[in-house]
């Protein structure tokens, strides 16, 4: 079966570091880019960013930029969205989620379940 | 970089259909082909509903359909039923990123 499964809940202080996980089963994971989504808690669905594991070519959101580091262990099938120092309003709901073959950005099929990170002193 | 714009609800009955709209700019939505729809409920992962513009994937029902015009983009939901409740979201190709609307609440009356 194609999945995207999620690394657990995270609950952190601000000023912390943090690296979240996304691994791939079921495909060929070097053949797909893997985008990442966030959620604020009541909001909706924000475009973050997207990695092509077969050469870690990356695409930011403006909004996004430089805010975050997305990566990827091709070795394991697994992507990471990562923080240097987290701040309260990165409070969210993180979804990893698979990019169609020949989608421009837009087209995610498959979905993780998501990773829930709650940023509080 | 502001998010597509979609109404904050729409409602209808059971049988009825609804149109929820998706606007953006001459920069997204009306410079390329690439609008897709997602159907979250709650508590759940996004759901693609439909892609580029009108394409519907395997499993999809054909109640629902996409359109696009100009700078805004639709999704019709024909024959409403009790599980089409739940949060819609459009996302447009914005040239080397993409971004999503704001959201539509569908309630089935």
């Known amino acids: 079966e194609v999945q995207l499964v999620q690394s657990g809940a995270e609950v952190k202080k601000p000023g912390e570091s943090l690296k979240i996980s996304c691994i791939g089963y079921?495909?060929?994971?070097?053949?797909?880019?893997i985008g990442w989504v966030r959620q604020m808690p009541g909001n909706g669905l924000e475009w973050m960013g997207i990695i092509f594991p077969g050469d870690s070519e990356t695409r930011h959101s403006p909004s996004f930029q430089g805010q975050v580091t997305v990566s990827v262990d091709k070795s394991t099938n697994t992507a990471y969205l990562q923080w240097n120092s987290l701040k309260a309003s990165d409070t969210a709901m993180y979804y990893c989620?698979?990019?169609?073959?020949?989608?421009?950005?837009?087209?995610?099929?498959?979905w993780g379940q998501g990773t829930m990170v709650t940023v509080s002193s | 970089q502001s998010a597509l714009t979609q109404p904050r609800s729409v409602s209808g009955s059971p049988g009825q259909s609804v149109t929820i709209s998706c606007t953006g700019t001459s920069s997204d939505v009306g410079n390329y082909g690439y609008v897709s729809w997602y159907q979250q409920h709650p508590g759940k992962a996004p759901k693609l509903m439909i892609s580029e513009v009108y394409k519907r994937p395997s499993g999809v029902p054909d109640r629902f359909s996409g359109s696009k015009f100009g700078n805004t983009a639709s999704l019709t939901i024909s024959g409403l039923q009790p599980e089409d409740e739940a949060d819609y979201y459009c996302c447009s190709y914005a040239g080397f990123y993409a971004l999503f609307g704001s959201g539509t609440k569908v309630t089935v009356l």
């Open positions: 989620a698979r990019l169609v073959s020949g989608s421009w950005a837009d087209v995610f099929d498959i």
């Open positions: 079921g495909y060929t994971f070097t053949n797909n880019w």
